[in-house]
């Protein structure tokens, strides 16, 4: 089983989001889980706003529970999708060996290769910001996905 991890700071917007998202474009034999670098959450329901987002785009993650990402996931985990650059080097940091920081990518590199764009945290802002981060992943989780499909096959 492939298994992939999404990485945001809370662990309560966008990477719940591109865990709901990348879930529903794979098959189950493709494991989606996500988490936060910081722990303040853990163990909570995701954002409000980002619950609300995703149910509008028919996407369920109301289930879902905050996680703190940890040293263990690189051993769990094929891929390791985070949302910016923070995000990025709070990972790496705890990376046990140089071969299990080649597992960790900017998710937007996906959609936008090379070009290192983040996905802004919509957390101080609207319900706008909610909308709009949900298309970037969706975007990106839709050419991850083919990329799981094809090597998968």
């Known amino acids: 089983m492939v298994k992939v991890v999404m990485v945001c700071l ?4 966008r990477s719940p989001l591109a865990e709901g998202i990348l879930q529903s474009k794979v098959s ?8 936060g670098t910081a ?3 853990v163990g909570e329901l995701p954002d ?4 609300a987002v995703a149910q509008k785009h028919g996407i369920d993650i109301s289930k879902q529970r905050c996680n703190h990402f ?3 996931h690189f051993e769990e985990f094929d891929y390791i999708y985070v949302m910016d650059k923070s995000n990025y080097e709070n990972v790496i940091q705890l990376a046990p060996s140089e ?3 080649q597992k960790v990518k900017l998710i937007l590199n996906e959609s936008h290769p090379n070009q290192n764009l983040e996905v802004p945290d919509p957390y101080y802002g609207g319900d706008d910001g909610f909308e709009n981060v949900f298309q970037m992943l969706d975007e990106a989780c839709e050419v991850i996905a083919n990329k799981l499909k094809t090597d998968l096959k």
């Open 10 to 13: 809370g662990n309560i917007c």
């Open 28 to 35: 189950e034999n493709i494991f989606v889980d996500s988490a």
């Open 39 to 41: 722990d303040y959450h």
């Open 48 to 51: 409000k706003r980002s619950i």
């Open 70 to 72: 940890t040293s263990k």
């Open 99 to 101: 071969e299990t920081k």
